[in-house]
C-alpha cells in the first residue's frame, strides 16, 4: 500500500518537443540510423532525404505552435453558433441548483421584485416546518385528523412548512395578499416552481411584532452632522432588531474571499448574490442586549459618546426583569415603538434635530442601497474568455517548400527540361502528396476540436481533410479528387475509417464524465438488447442527456408544479417532477412527457375465429396513425404475437443507417425496368438490406417484409402491404423513414412519480375548503383551511376518512407506518420491450433509488396492459391514468367539489396496481441448463 501513496497523475505532460526543430531534425536522424543505419551514412543538410526531413519537422513546428495558442482563440469562431459561448456551459448555467435547504428558499423569496410599489416587498422571511398529526385506528389502519377508534395511534406529517414573512416597511396592505400580482401569490408561483419533491407550502404568515423602546443621550464630535447621524442612528438600531439582507455583485462576493462554487451554490437570483453567512445570522432574535445596542451605536461615525440609555418593553403585559436584556416571544420580531427618543448634544449644547432632514437623509441612503443593489443584479456573470479568431486549418503544402532544384513547387523543373527528370519530379510529388495530405488532416483536426467537443456540437462524422491547394499539375497526380467540398472529399478518403458512431460515442462519454456522470452499465446492458444497433441508440441517448443537462442537474429534486392549470400543464405535457426528467434520460426513454401510455402506438388485434378460438395479431402506426408496420399470420396466444412485434422491430433498427443509404444507391431510378427485373430475380443480392426484404407486386409496385436471421430468413412482418410504394424514389424514402422512426422515434416507455404528500385531504371537509384570506392564483390555487361561512353543498360530498391512504401492511397493531411523508409510488409501463426484461428492469430500478433524493422511499410498480381495438373494460394501468388525470386537474383548477372523489379513484388506482411479468418457463433447480430457454424460470434461484 505504501507503494502507491503518491502515485498521481502529473498535471502538466507537455514537453513542447513539437516546436522544437532541431529537436524533430535530430530525433528524425536517429530514427533513421536505426532503421538503415548500414546502407545510409550521410545524413548532412545537402543529403534530399535530410532535406525532406527538415521541411517535415517545419510543418510539425508550424502545427505545434497552433496548437499552443490560447484555448480561447483555438475555440473562437466567426460563426456565432460555433463561436467559445456556445461550447461551454456558463455557470450562472450549471452551478446554480433549485432551493433545497430552508437557507435557499429564502433567498429565493427575499429576491422577489415588485413591478408597482416598493421594488422589494420582502425584507426577510423564515420557513418553519408545520405540525400537523393525523391519528391511526389501529384495527384497520383508516386515519383521521381526529383520534378515532378504540386503539389509536398517531405520526407527524413531514414535509409541509408555514412560512414567515416580514414585509417592508413601506409596503401596502392590500399588495400583500389580494391579485394575481399579490406578494403572496409571487410567492407562491416561486415557491412552487421550485418546490422539492415530497415538500409542500401550507401557509404563509406575516411575522407579529413585539414592541422595544430605546432612550438615549448621545454626545456629537463637533463636525458632525446631527440629522445624519440620526439617521444612520435609527437605522443601525432598527437593523439589529431585524437584520436586513443585503445584495451583492459577483466582484463583491469574491473580494469575500468566496469560491465560485459557493458564491453560486443554491438558486441563481435575479437581484444579485446574498451571503449565505450573513442570511444565517438574520434569524429572528430571541432577546435584545442593550450592550449590543451600545456597540452598533457607537460604530457610527460623529458619535463621540453615549451619555444615558436604557431600553424597555412596549406593551406593559410583557414583564422586564432586566434592564440590559429584553426577552422577545417565538416568532416576534422586535421593533422600535413610538415611545423610543433620541436626544443629542455637542458639549454642554443640546441639539434641535431637523425631523424633515432625517426623512431626507433615510430616502438618500436607501437610494443608495438601490444602486448597489442594480449594480448586484447587473454584475452576476463570470465572463467567457473572448479569444481571436484564426484560420487554424490553413494549410501550406509542402512541396512549395522545397528548393527549386527538386522541381516539385510552383516554379517547377528550372533549367534542363527532360522526360527523366519530370517523371522524377512527378515520383516525388506523388509520394510526398501521402504525408500532405496526412498534415493537411491534422490541421483540419485543430480547427474542428471545438465542434467535436462542445456540449452542443452536431458533427457527424470525426474523421475531417481538406483538399490540397497551390500544386502546380496536381490534375496530373490525382484523379476524382474534390477540391470544392470538405465533407465529400473526407467522406471519400475516410469514409472506410471513420466509425463515427463508436468515436461519438467516446467523445461523449468524455464529456459526459466531465460532470461525474456515466453511461457505462446502461450502454452493456442495451448491447444485450438491442445488439448491433445499440450504439446508435446509446449515442442519442447521449446527445439528449448532455442538451438537457442544465435542467436534469438542476431541477433533479424537484417536484411536479400543480398550480399549473391549463391543459397543456396537466397532460400530454413536460410539466413533470425534474427527478422525473433525470431518470428518464439516464434509463434512455425516448419521450418523458405525461401522456396515456396505454394508448400505445401499437395495438395486439384479438379475433374470434369460426371454431370459438381467439387468434392474436400486431401493428404499429406512427404519429400520423398510418400503420408503419404489421404482422404477417395470426398467433394462438398474445406471447407469441408480442414476441414476434419485438423480434420485428429488433430485426429493423439492427441495420445500419450509413450502410442502408449505400444499399439503397443501388436502386437505380433511372432504369427502373432493370431495377425491377433484378428484384424480382432477387440479383445481386440488393432485394435484402439487412434483415428489410423488397417485394414487387403483379402491377410492379414495391412492398417490404422484415425477415428473421435464420438460414430460412422466415418472413415475420409486413410494412404497408395493403398501400404498396409506387415508384423507386418513394421505396427508398419509405424504408429510411420506417428505420428512423423506429429508431428514434417508437416509443411505449413511459414514467408516472406520484408524490404521496399531495394526495392528503388538505382539510377536514372538502366542502369547507377556501382560501387564506384573499390568496389565489387565478382563483384556481388556494391554500385550504376551514371557513366559518360553509360554500353551497356539493352532491354527494366525500367523506374525508374515504380520501385518506391506509396506514397498516400486515399487522395493523404492530405495523402502522406513516403513507405520506417523503413517499413516491414511480408508475411505468411493463409490456414495452425493454419494460419486459428483468435484467433492465433491475437496472431501472437501481437507477430510481439511485436518482430520489435518500430521504425518499419509493414504491416501483410495473403494470398494465395495451388497449387493443376492441377493449372496453379498463385495465391497471388505464384506470390509473384516468384517475390521475382527473386528481391532475381537479388540483390544479381547485375543483373542490370533486378533488375529495379524485383523490379518492387515485389511491384506488394506486392500491390495485399489479406488476405484470412476461411469462416463463418454471424448471426444476435439477434441470439441465439449457441456454435456449426463453423466460426460465428456476425454482430456488430465479428473482420475479
Known amino acids: 500500500m505504501s507503494e502507491n501513496k503518491h502515485i498521481s497523475i502529473p498535471k502538466n505532460i507537455e514537453t513542447e518537443d513539437q516546436n522544437d526543430f532541431h529537436f524533430l531534425r535530430k530525433t528524425g536522424i536517429e530514427y533513421i540510423e536505426k532503421l538503415g543505419g548500414k546502407l545510409w551514412t550521410d545524413y548532412n543538410s545537402h543529403d534530399p532525404g535530410i532535406t525532406t526531413l527538415e521541411v517535415l519537422s517545419y510543418a510539425i513546428t508550424d502545427l505545434g505552435m497552433r496548437m499552443n495558442l490560447n484555448m480561447e482563440d483555438i ?37 422577489i421584485n415588485m413591478i408597482s410599489g416598493p421594488k422589494r416587498p420582502i425584507r426577510n422571511c423564515w420557513l418553519v416546518p408545520k405540525t400537523e398529526k393525523l391519528y391511526v385506528d389501529c384495527e384497520n389502519g383508516n386515519l383521521d385528523f381526529v383520534p378515532i377508534g378504540e386503539k389509536t395511534k398517531d405520526f407527524n406529517v413531514k414535509g409541509l412548512y408555514d412560512l414567515y414573512v416580514d414585509y417592508a416597511e413601506d409596503i401596502d396592505t392590500s399588495d400583500i395578499g389580494c391579485g394575481d400580482s399579490s406578494v403572496k401569490a409571487m410567492i407562491l408561483e416561486r415557491y412552487h416552481a421550485n418546490r422539492s419533491l415530497c415538500e409542500d407550502l401550507a401557509e404563509i404568515k406575516q411575522v407579529e411584532t413585539q414592541k ?151 430616502e438618500t441612503l436607501k437610494r443608495e442601497e438601490e444602486v448597489l443593489r442594480d449594480d448586484a443584479r447587473q454584475n452576476k456573470e463570470l465572463p467567457v474568455p473572448q479569444g481571436t479568431s484564426y484560420d487554424i486549418a490553413n494549410y501550406a503544402t509542402i512541396l512549395n517548400e522545397f528548393p527549386d532544384t527538386y522541381g516539385v513547387g510552383m516554379s517547377g523543373i528550372i533549367g534542363n527540361h527532360n522526360p527523366e527528370r519530370e517523371a522524377l519530379a512527378k515520383q516525388l510529388k506523388g509520394y510526398l502528396l501521402f504525408f500532405d495530405q496526412i498534415l493537411a488532416s491534422y490541421f483540419k483536426h485543430l480547427e474542428k476540436v471545438k465542434e467535436v467537443l462542445s456540449v452542443n456540437g452536431g458533427v457527424t462524422r470525426t474523421y475531417f481533410t481538406q483538399a490540397l491547394k497551390n500544386i502546380k499539375g496536381f490534375d496530373e497526380l490525382v484523379s476524382d479528387y474534390d477540391i470544392e467540398n470538405d465533407d465529400q472529399l473526407t467522406d471519400s478518403l475516410y469514409e472506410e475509417l471513420d466509425n463515427s458512431v463508436e468515436r461519438r460515442n467516446e467523445v461523449l462519454d468524455h464529456l459526459i464524465s466531465r460532470f461525474a456522470e456515466t453511461f457505462s452499465d446502461y450502454t452493456f446492458l442495451m448491447k444485450s438488447l438491442y445488439g448491433n444497433s445499440a450504439d446508435e441508440i446509446v449515442l442519442s441517448n447521449k446527445e439528449n442527456f448532455l442538451k438537457e443537462y442544465t435542467s436534469l442537474s438542476k431541477d433533479r429534486g424537484t417536484g411536479y408544479n400543480y398550480t399549473l392549470f391549463s391543459d ?285 433524493p435518500a430521504h425518499v422511499l419509493a414504491k416501483i410498480c410495473w403494470v398494465g396492459d395495451r388497449m387493443s381495438e376492441t377493449e372496453t373494460a379498463q385495465e391497471d394501468l388505464e384506470r390509473f391514468e384516468v384517475a390521475l388525470k382527473k386528481y391532475l386537474s381537479d388540483k390544479a383548477k381547485n375543483n373542490t367539489a370533486s378533488l375529495g372523489n379524485s383523490i379518492r379513484d387515485l389511491v384506488d388506482a394506486l392500491t390495485f396496481l399489479n406488476n405484470i411479468y412476461r411469462p416463463g418457463k418454471l424448471l426444476d433447480c435439477a434441470a439441465e441448463d439449457d441456454e435456449n430457454s426463453d423466460g426460465k424460470i428456476i425454482l430456488g434461484q430465479s428473482n420475479i
Open 75 to 111: 475555440l473562437a469562431s466567426e460563426d456565432e453558433e460555433k463561436n467559445i459561448h456556445s461550447q461551454f456551459l456558463k455557470a450562472t448555467e450549471i452551478l446554480p441548483s433549485r432551493p433545497l435547504t430552508e437557507l435557499d428558499y429564502r433567498k429565493l423569496f427575499i429576491d
Open 212 to 362: 422595544v423602546a430605546v432612550c438615549a443621550r448621545i454626545g456629537l464630535a463637533n463636525k458632525a452632522d446631527e440629522e445624519l447621524v440620526h439617521a444612520k442612528v435609527t437605522r443601525a438600531i432598527n437593523n439589529y432588531l431585524s437584520p436586513e439582507v443585503h445584495f451583492y455583485s459577483l466582484q463583491q462576493m469574491l473580494d469575500k474571499g468566496l469560491s465560485t462554487d459557493q458564491i453560486f451554490e443554491g438558486p441563481l437570483l435575479d437581484n444579485g448574490f446574498i451571503d449565505t453567512e450573513e442570511l444565517k445570522n438574520s434569524q429572528l432574535r430571541k432577546e435584545v442586549r442593550l450592550s449590543d445596542i451600545i456597540s452598533e451605536i457607537m460604530k457610527i461615525d460623529g458619535i463621540k459618546e453615549i451619555h444615558e440609555i436604557s431600553i424597555a418593553g412596549c406593551d406593559s403585559v410583557v414583564k422586564q426583569n432586566n434592564d440590559w436584556l429584553i426577552c422577545i416571544e417565538k416568532g416576534r420580531k422586535p421593533e422600535l415603538c413610538e415611545l423610543s427618543s433620541f436626544s443629542y448634544s455637542k458639549g454642554a449644547l443640546p441639539l434641535n434635530i431637523n425631523e424633515q432632514k432625517v426623512q431626507d437623509y433615510l
Open 568 to 852: 397543456s400543464d396537466i397532460w400530454n405535457t413536460n410539466n413533470i417532477s425534474g427527478v422525473q426528467k433525470r431518470i428518464a434520460r439516464l434509463l434512455g426513454l425516448k419521450d418523458y412527457t405525461q401522456r396515456s401510455l396505454s394508448q400505445s402506438p401499437v395495438t395486439i388485434i384479438k379475433t374470434k375465429n369460426d371454431d370459438g378460438k381467439y387468434t392474436y395479431t400486431w401493428k404499429i402506426k406512427d404519429a400520423e396513425n398510418n400503420i408503419v408496420l404489421s404482422s404477417v399470420k395470426p398467433y394462438k396466444i398474445e406471447y407469441a404475437a408480442t414476441k414476434n412485434l419485438n423480434e420485428a422491430i429488433y430485426q429493423t433498427i439492427q441495420i445500419d443507417l450509413e450502410d442502408l443509404n449505400n444499399a439503397l444507391e443501388k436502386l437505380d431510378e433511372k432504369n427502373p425496368e432493370k431495377t425491377i427485373d433484378e428484384l424480382k430475380k432477387c440479383e445481386k443480392n440488393f432485394c435484402l438490406i439487412g434483415n428489410i426484404k423488397i417485394r414487387v407486386s403483379l402491377n410492379d409496385n414495391f412492398y417490404l417484409e422484415i425477415v428473421d436471421d435464420s438460414v430460412e430468413q422466415n418472413v415475420i412482418a409486413a410494412h404497408k402491404k395493403t398501400n404498396p410504394y409506387s415508384t423507386l424514389e418513394e421505396l427508398k424514402k419509405g424504408i429510411v423513414r420506417l428505420v428512423k422512426y423506429l429508431k428514434y422515434e417508437f416509443t411505449e416507455e413511459g414514467i408516472f412519480l406520484v408524490e404521496h404528500l399531495l394526495l392528503k385531504p388538505t382539510t377536514k371537509d372538502y366542502k369547507l375548503m377556501g382560501g387564506i384570506g384573499c390568496m389565489s392564483i387565478g382563483e384556481t390555487f388556494r391554500i385550504a383551511y376551514d371557513l366559518e361561512e360553509e360554500p353551497p353543498i356539493q352532491k354527494d360530498p366525500v367523506k374525508v376518512s374515504e380520501t385518506f391512504m391506509t396506514s397498516c401492511e400486515d399487522d395493523c397493531e404492530i405495523d402502522v407506518y406513516d403513507p405520506y411523508s417523503y413517499r413516491i409510488s414511480v408508475v411505468l409501463p411493463g409490456f414495452a420491450y425493454r419494460f419486459q426484461d428483468p435484467d433492465f428492469r433491475r437496472y431501472a430500478e437501481t437507477v430510481i433509488r439511485q436518482e430520489i
